[in-house]
């Protein structure tokens, strides 16, 4: 059964004159797709919660990019690969979890679901996630807590749900 999943994607930019070029770079990769849009909203929480929130009403899924980084040759269609594979889940393309890479590797397995997921660099996101996420975020977490991947990583420990990596 074919998914009609529609992906939007958000970029979340901090415009210095270095990360404008690095941003100028990534939009290049990604062949200006006209999908993108490209969210500069004040500090890193309102940042991430404007980027989570500029998809479109009939999108079903964000994907979230930050401005910093490099994607690989046919990165779109293998996120609108694993976004079919996977409809319902949180979806990151960076981990710094190399053990459980490596291991998922030796295994022959294709997806490593991560329970304490930090480095927020590019994943993709159910859209029907965005606001109950955004809600435990600045209802249950002290607003010392900076960093969107930290507020993941304690929405999805509390919610007792994984982010997977492929």
Not at 91 to 115: H, M, P, Q, S, Y
Request: charged residues 30%.
């Amino acid at each position: 059964m074919e998914q009609n999943n529609k992906i939007l994607i958000g970029i979340q930019h901090y415009p210095t004159e270095e990360r404008v070029r690095m941003r100028n770079n990534v939009l290049d990769q990604l062949d200006h797709d006209p999908r993108i849009k490209v969210v500069a909203e004040g500090d890193l929480w309102n940042n991430c919660k404007a980027c989570l929130r500029s998809a479109d009403k009939d999108a079903t899924h964000i994907l979230v990019l930050q401005d910093d980084i490099e994607v690989c040759k046919d990165f779109l269609a293998t996120v609108e690969k694993a976004v079919s594979f996977r409809p319902n889940s949180h979806i990151t393309f960076f981990t710094n979890r190399n053990d459980d890479l490596t291991k998922a590797i030796n295994e022959g397995k294709k997806w490593v679901r991560i329970k304490r997921w930090l480095m927020a660099q590019a994943y993709v996101v159910p859209v029907s996630m965005v606001e109950p996420f955004i809600d435990f975020a600045d209802n249950c977490l002290k607003p010392e807590i900076k960093f969107d991947d930290d507020r993941w990583c304690v929405y999805h420990l509390y919610t007792r749900t994984y982010v997977w990596a492929t």
